[in-house]
């Protein structure tokens, strides 16, 4: 019987820590996230912000060539046979980039968010090789 009263006791303890330590949506403490702060420019950065540019404007000619230059190896094989198909959208996809999102990079990957039609997407450069490219590996 001690340990039904005991389990009882416990429980009761454990509603009552989690009543106090809980947060609260409150005017002063509301439960949202915080706007993303712009990224501290860095050399890197400069890096991306110069080849993002470059698939902007690769995209913008409409040339499927062109593409292929802004685009990974892997990135190539992946879409490289439906490119053609697609070229209809080239100019909308170079308009989305140009309003671009850092939503976070490292020194090898960065992810933007664009929108299209209103509707949210992710894309992700890559840095390719030696020389510091960096290439669309998923949009």
């Not at 001690?2 to 409150?26: E, H, N």
């Not at 890197?44 to 292929?68: M, N, P, R, Y």
């Amino acid at each position: 019987m001690k340990m039904v009263g005991y389990f009882l006791i416990g429980i009761a303890l454990a509603f009552m820590i989690d009543g106090v330590t809980s947060c609260k949506k409150s005017e002063n403490n509301p439960v949202e996230p915080e706007p993303l702060k712009p990224p501290i420019e860095t050399e890197v950065i400069k890096d991306l912000e110069d080849d993002a540019q470059k698939a902007e404007s690769a995209f913008k000619s409409g040339s499927t060539a062109e593409v292929k230059k802004v685009i990974s190896e892997t990135a190539s094989k992946i879409y490289g046979a439906d490119l053609e198909n697609v070229k209809h959208k080239f100019s909308a996809f170079a308009d989305a980039l140009k309003n671009k999102k850092l939503v976070g990079y490292s020194e090898l990957y960065a992810e933007y968010e664009i929108t299209v039609d209103g509707k949210t997407y992710f894309v992700a450069f890559g840095k390719q090789n030696e020389n510091g490219d960096w290439k669309l590996v998923r949009f």
